[in-house]
């Protein structure tokens, strides 16, 4: 299988500046790879650190040490690394991310948050319009909701946006941080067939899933985040 | 390289010294085609000395900033004529101040003041030039009813959708922002922000936006940087640098924010 994402030995900690400096260590020597096509889950009770992985390697947090390597195209990048306009491109071209909490534009239209980042990973006007109503319509988003913000939305209708933004460019890479917390068993459903979807049409998936049931549905295998304890 | 590889501004070592006080201090920055930089920090902290800097506002102490103008050439600044300088300010690029009486002439109407711009990069067709002024007050939600009205006669969030109608008529390619927002109520701001967002991604504008409001910098900004007492502190992506700031200035910053 090609692989597509590589971590070797990663630290993160944090310094808590406003607390006297005080030091707060999340994971250390974290080391693992995720081939195409592979779904693996990152296992550990809360607090574990495997959030803190999952925005490490989407550069959204910092790593203290080691490299995160990605692929893009024929190119290796290491996030760890790399420039912040490589890391821009690389989110658009290469790896996706569904984050635990929806943070988006205010007052802009669920709809419109789901083109734009189809628009971003390099759709057309109308294959981006597509592919938004068609995400949209099948995490069961009731279609009266399309046109308004999604603030105050219950956290289920949030989370369906959510995952609909984040599967919108469709990139070769997935972050999921518990894609399907929140959801009702239909609405978790749809969400489980479309992971599973992505993955057989080859795209390499790094998720967090609290729910048994779902983990054992769609991976492949689990790494154990508590061996990585700082 | 492609055009959007190569940045369209580049300051080295800028430094700006007021007698022995320090306005700011060797800093260096690229800014690229359709990218977005947020300058922040607090007042005092160097940044309107930056801006007023690259763009040629104000003379540094030392350092240099380069420019790529529309032949592909970079261009030294500050060795510009005075005459090339004003071309510049008047095609390329757009300023906007947070007080929009100094982007705007107050006693000329709101039509006058998008005209003027026109004139000055050689349109001479009266109907020509003030159908797209109406075009342009349109787009930022100004009423062709109002082109004759003296932008004193204007709201505060008005006049600061006029000032940008101005400088987005000549189609520039880089537009400092010195505070956009600063000053003017929440629901104002949040249209005005809305309106450079979408001007932003339309037309792949370039912007250097200096604010003290992180909420400003997380919705407009590609990446940012942070400054304290004349330096640059702190820079990155801005999702990174204000998920995980690193430095203790800048994590205060960060906490100092209500969560929304």
């Not at chain 1, 080691?66 to 024929?74: K, N, P, Q, Y």
């Not at chain 2, 300058?39 to 790529?68: C, D, F, H, I, N």
């Not at chain 2, 159908?131 to 349109?138: M, N, S």
């Not at chain 2, 929440?186 to 504008?205: E, F, K, N, P, T």
């Amino acid at each position: 299988m090609d692989q597509m994402m590589r971590l070797d030995g990663v630290a993160k900690s944090f310094t808590m500046h406003l607390r006297g400096g005080a030091e707060l260590p999340v994971v250390r020597d974290v080391s693992f790879e995720v081939a195409a096509g592979e779904c693996v889950a990152l296992g550990g009770p809360s607090g574990a650190g495997k959030s803190s992985i999952l925005k490490m390697i989407y550069g959204n947090y910092r790593a203290d040490r080691g490299e995160i390597w990605l692929r893009d195209g024929g190119e290796w990048i290491d996030v760890a690394r790399a420039a912040p306009r490589r890391m821009l491109r690389l989110r658009k071209s290469a790896i996706g991310y569904v984050s635990q909490f929806l943070r988006a534009i205010p007052r802009v239209s669920s709809l419109d948050l789901v083109v734009a980042a189809a628009r971003e990973g390099g759709a057309g006007e109308d294959e981006a319009k597509h592919r938004a109503a068609d995400l949209l319509a099948r995490l069961n988003l009731p279609e009266r909701l399309w046109s308004l913000p999604p603030a105050t939305f219950s956290g289920g209708e949030q989370q369906r946006v959510n995952v609909a933004r984040g599967f919108a460019a469709g990139q070769p890479m997935l972050l999921l941080d518990e894609p399907t917390a929140s959801l009702d068993a239909a609405s978790r459903a749809r969400v489980v067939a479309l992971i599973a979807e992505r993955r057989k049409a080859g795209t390499a998936i790094l998720g967090i899933f609290h729910d048994e049931a779902v983990r054992n549905e769609i991976a492949d295998r689990t790494v154990d985040v508590t061996r990585f304890a700082a | 390289m492609s055009e959007t590889e190569m940045p369209l501004l580049t300051a080295e070592g800028l430094t700006r010294l007021y007698g022995p006080r320090i306005g700011c201090i060797d800093v260096a920055l690229e800014i690229f085609p359709g990218e977005v930089l947020a300058v922040v920090g607090e007042s005092g902290s160097g940044k309107s000395t930056l801006l007023s800097m690259l763009s040629t506002q104000l003379a540094p102490t030392r350092g240099t900033v380069t420019y790529r103008s529309r032949d592909g050439g970079m261009r030294d600044l500050f060795s510009l004529s005075e005459a090339e300088r004003r071309f510049l300010f008047r095609t390329d690029w757009g300023f906007v101040h947070q007080d929009a009486r100094m982007g705007l002439r107050m006693g000329v109407s709101a039509g006058g003041n998008v005209g003027e711009r026109l004139m000055a990069v050689g349109w001479r067709h009266f109907g020509n030039i003030r159908a797209e002024a109406v075009d342009w007050l349109g787009r930022v939600e100004i009423g062709a009813d109002r082109i004759d009205d003296r932008p004193a006669a204007f709201s505060g969030g008005m006049r600061q959708r006029l000032q940008i109608a101005k400088n987005m008529v000549t189609r520039p390619r880089l537009v400092f922002m010195d505070e956009p927002t600063g000053g003017l109520d929440v629901s104002v701001q949040a249209r005005l922000l809305d309106l450079i967002r979408g001007l932003v991604a339309d037309y792949g504008l370039a912007a250097i936006i200096v604010t003290h409001d992180l909420a400003v910098a997380r919705l407009l900004s590609h990446r940012i940087m942070v400054m304290r007492e004349g330096r640059v502190i702190e820079t990155g992506l801005t999702d990174q640098v204000l998920d995980d700031p690193r430095e203790p200035y800048t994590q205060l910053l960060v906490s100092s924010v209500l969560q929304g």
